[in-house]
């Protein structure tokens, strides 16, 4: 074989694996050396101008321009020092990606490096070309980035990074961050007058974020080599090589070294970013791995996954590797997630779902999950659209991890608890009363701490002293689902303040009152709890008896946001306006579109310019050799048979591959882009994709290995 696929393998052949070495034995001695982080400003700011950064971070207070003006001169001074020539706001627009602009610190004019403090506030990047879903048609023409010192200011590369939010000038967020940040604070000030019911030096609740990340690694050669993996991140052929997953033998397998040399080379980037990594493994398909920094403050938690999403595929191109983030490469093994581990935790350091030994305690512990069980039943659709991408398509509704149907596991321990309280409906507590011991909520603790009954098909799962929000795609920006979910958990522990509220008017007892509040809403949310087998075709049936949306594509699952009730909760904490919301669904039915589309071209391309004439090629072979047999008077049936099959594989192929370009124009005329995304979806996705790859797959399993164009799975996913 001389094709590309020859020379790709040619080149993986003559790899050989660096050694990579960390700066230093102890971490601690390059953790966070390119961050300019609290301590860094304590030592070179005076205090006046420390402090009001300080409640800056921790309390939104706004930083006036004397201040900002000394933060400037100390971060350019750093940055100079470390060999920075550049310096960037560093934001999260809506395509997914982060953006950076870079500008120099040199002035020409003066001959000198400067650093002006409204450099560092405010920045214009040219918004015109970042999605905005007709914001800024219909409003201002311009956009711009504003300084978040909550997040701290990082040198990557030679570029210093200063973390920004991405606004219009009438005010609408154009990027992930901006409604994030206000969530966050709804879910703050939500949480903290309920923490207060429990304990009054409670003045402030904050968001906790870690996440897992899921990857594919493949050789850089190989994956130039494949068109569709460069274009789409995903391949649209390939046939399951006859070695997967089955063996069950790559997870928390030994990893192999050309890998395990990137993932420390790209660990030792993140720790020198702060970026606190601190788990990796192998997962469960070959050739996947697994990356989960220390949970952090949400804000700077989402930062830093998207942060480290840029630093290994940076990190990857060293080793002549590819890192793959969307959300199944590969059909037919496991796609990836990032599990999104998500807690509240109080000023007072008590995570909120962390059971304890104090009844006290155990009553909040148990307000915050009802809780939350209450928000997730309310909200399911909403919460299914936030993690709605064509890539996670793939995953969620595909019999695989997790379904598309938004239910919380609790384990058999804390759902005997709850069933409990349900049932002791009728109980009477009075006054005086040991309630904990009369309602049998005295005993948690016990139960919880050994509970090791993890139900890995669970979209949404307690896992001891935090949720686990593991739908979420691998390729996402965690901002999205994370600001959802902060959301309707404010608008849900707002209600439940408010109710509770009312008893205490009333004249009842604040814990007998709470006690009775949720009891009420562990009857009402009962049907989105979810303890068997989330793949199993049962669970289907009987999500739907139960009422439980189960979207299973991007273009409905996205309806949730704009629903009357969706808009209703972000208008109500000043998250998004309708407007607002609106164009973001706007963009991202474009964006599910343009990948579709991408799609839909690739698969018609390689099919016809490399799966074809290999096939031809191939027929020409086999006719050559049966009138060869036929010359010496030998059977052909057997040839013969080979090229008919062939020959109505290539039929096939190019008949759908005709029908669904004739079908892509017309479904590209469809005026409305909602109609459009479902058009894409049912008309060309569901119609096409798979029957085309089905007979393209077969032809690999018979065509000569020498003429076949594509690297096979065995050669993208075996070879180290
Ligand atoms: P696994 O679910 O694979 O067993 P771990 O329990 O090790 O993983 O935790 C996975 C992630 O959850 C890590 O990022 C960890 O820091 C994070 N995590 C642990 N406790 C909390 C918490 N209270 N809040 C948020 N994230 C947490
Ligand atoms: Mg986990």
Same mark, same amino acid.
């Given at each position: ?5 020859? &020379? ?9 694996t ?6 230093a !034995? ?15 400003? &304590? ?41 920075t ?23 020409a ?13 405010q ?16 409003? *201002? ?17 030679r ?28 879910? !703050?000030?939500?949480?903290t ?11 402030? $609740?904050? #968001? ?8 594919f690694? $493949? ?39 050309? @890998? ?6 790209f660990?030792? /980037? ?23 920094p220390?949970f952090?403050?949400?804000?700077v ?17 060293r080793?002549?590797?590819? $890192?793959?983030?969307?959300? +199944?490469?590969?059909?037919?093994? %496991? ?22 030994t104090?009844?006290? *305690? ?28 064509a890539?996670n ?37 009075? +006054?005086? !009363? %040991?309630?904990?011991?009369?309602l ?43 600001? $959802? ?13 408010? @109710?509770?509220?009312e ?16 009891r ?19 669970? #289907?049936k009987e999500?739907?008896?139960?009422g ?7 273009? &409905?699952?996205?309806?949730?946001? @704009?629903?009357?009730?969706?808009? #209703? ?6 998250v998004?306006?309708? =407007? ?20 839909a071209?690739l698969?018609? *391309? ?33 040839v013969?048979?080979?090229? /008919? ?10 008949? +759908?591959?005709? !029908? ?6 017309k ?30 797959? +077969?032809?690999?399993? =018979? ?16 070879? &180290?």
């Open positions: 074989m001389s094709n590309q696929r020859q &020379r790709a393998l040619n080149i993986v052949q003559q790899r050989t660096d050694r990579v070495f960390a700066p !034995d102890k971490i601690s001695d390059f953790y966070a050396e390119h961050v300019f982080n609290m301590d860094k400003m &304590r030592a070179t700011l005076a205090p006046e101008t420390f402090k009001k950064v300080e409640s800056a971070i921790k309390k939104g207070k706004k930083i006036d321009l004397e201040a900002a003006s000394e933060v400037a001169s100390a971060v350019k001074t750093w940055a100079l020092s470390k060999g020539t550049h310096y960037t706001h560093w934001f999260q627009p809506l395509t997914g990606a982060t953006a950076e602009k870079h500008d120099s610190f040199f002035d004019h003066k001959g000198i490096e400067v650093f002006k403090a409204s450099a560092l506030i920045q214009e990047p040219d918004a015109s070309s970042f999605p905005n879903g007709g914001i800024r048609s219909t409003f *201002e023409a311009r956009g711009y980035t504003a300084w978040d010192p909550s997040s701290p200011i990082f040198i990557w590369g570029t210093l990074c200063i973390p920004t939010v991405f606004v219009s000038y009438t005010g609408e967020a154009l990027d992930y961050k901006a409604p994030l940040l206000k969530a966050v604070e709804a879910v !703050d000030k939500a949480a007058k309920v923490c207060q019911l429990f304990d009054r030096n409670v003045n402030r $609740v904050s #968001a906790s974020l870690g996440c897992e990340q899921e990857y690694v $493949v050789d850089r050669a190989l994956y130039n080599a494949r068109p569709d993996l460069v274009m789409a991140g995903r391949t649209v052929f390939g046939h399951h090589p006859a070695r997967g997953q089955q063996l069950d033998d790559h997870y928390f397998g030994a990893i192999p070294s050309r @890998v395990y040399n990137y993932m420390k080379d660990e030792i /980037e993140c720790l020198k970013l702060g970026i606190p990594v601190s788990t990796r493994h192998n997962e469960v398909a070959p050739s996947q791995f697994e990356v989960a220390i952090e403050d949400i804000n938690a989402t930062d830093h996954n998207s942060l480290m999403m840029d630093v290994m595929a940076r990190v990857a191109e080793h002549d590797l590819a $890192v793959l983030f969307h959300e +199944k490469p590969f059909a037919g093994l %496991n796609g990836s997630g990032k599990h999104n581990n998500w807690s509240l935790i109080t000023s007072t350091g008590v995570n909120v779902f962390q059971p304890s104090s009844a006290r *305690e155990n009553l909040q512990f148990l307000t915050f999950l009802v809780n939350t069980i209450k928000a997730i039943h309310s909200n399911a659709g909403l919460l299914r659209a936030s993690i709605a991408s890539g398509d793939h995953r969620l509704g595909a019999n695989e991890a997790p379904p598309a149907i938004m239910s919380v596991f609790l384990g058999s321990d804390l759902t005997a608890v709850l069933d409990e309280l349900e049932n002791n409906g009728n109980i009477k507590v009075d +006054k005086g !009363d %040991n309630m904990y011991m009369k049998g909520i005295d005993k948690i603790p016990h139960i919880i701490l050994d509970n090791t009954d993890r139900n890995r098909t669970s979209p949404f799962a307690f896992t001891g002293n935090k949720f686990e929000f593991r739908a979420v795609g691998s390729d996402q920006n965690v901002a999205e689902p994370m600001t $959802v979910l902060n959301l309707i958990m404010a608008k849900q522990l707002k209600e439940f303040y408010g @109710v509770v509220n008893r205490i008017d009333k004249g009842e007892d604040k814990k007998i009152a709470i006690v009775n509040v949720l009420e809403y562990i009857k009402e949310s009962k049907a989105v709890r979810f303890e068997g087998d989330g793949y199993s075709s049962d669970w #289907a999500a739907e008896k139960r439980l949306p189960n979207v299973k594509d991007t273009a &409905r699952a996205l309806d949730a946001y @704009v629903s009357d009730q969706s808009k #209703a909760i972000f208008e109500e904490f000043g998004m306006s309708a =407007i607002e919301l609106e164009a973001r669904n706007e963009i991202q039915h474009e964006n599910y579109i343009m990948k579709l589309q991408i799609e071209r698969i018609s *391309e390689i099919a016809r310019t490399q799966v074809i004439p290999a096939a031809l090629k191939y027929q020409n072979k086999l006719i050559t050799n049966a009138k060869g047999l036929k010359e010496f008077g030998l059977d052909t049936s057997h013969t048979a080979i090229l /008919e099959r062939v020959n109505g594989l290539i039929n096939t192929i190019q008949t +759908k591959v005709q !029908d669904m370009n004739d079908e892509r124009g479904v590209n005329d469809i005026e409305g882009t909602r109609e459009r995304a479902i058009a894409y979806c049912d008309n060309l996705k569901a119609a096409y994709f798979d029957d085309i790859r089905a007979a393209v797959d +077969k032809l690999e399993v =018979i065509i000569d290995d020498e003429d076949w164009p594509l690297l096979k799975y065995r050669e993208m996913l075996f070879l &180290r």
